[in-house]
């Protein structure tokens, strides 16, 4: 008979699967804010911060790619 903590450890496990990426490190940061809130002493090193940060920098400038998509086609420079 399972224990509720495999059970439950089956069922994210099942939740997670189909994920698509993005969703994935999403749930992964989750995981590791609910393992500092819960007092773990692991600090992420380096390697980690910086997969984190290079995430950030990608969505950011697909972002500003979209922002500024036929920019100056919607926002003409007057003279």
Do not use: W
């Not at 509720?4 to 999403?26: F, V």
């Not at 500092?36 to 090193?45: C, H, M, N, Q, V």
């Not at 969505?59 to 086609?73: G, I, M, S, V, W």
Request: aromatic share 6%.
């Amino acid at each position: 008979m399972a224990t509720i903590n495999q059970q439950l450890q089956c069922d994210i496990e099942r939740s997670i699967k189909d994920l698509p990426l993005q969703a994935l490190r999403e749930v992964k940061l989750f995981i590791d804010f609910l393992h500092l809130r819960e007092g773990a002493t692991r600090i992420p090193d380096a390697s980690d911060i910086d997969c984190a940060l290079r995430q950030l920098d990608s969505a950011e400038a697909r972002h500003l790619e979209q922002e500024f998509t036929a920019y100056q086609d919607q926002y003409p420079r007057e003279n």
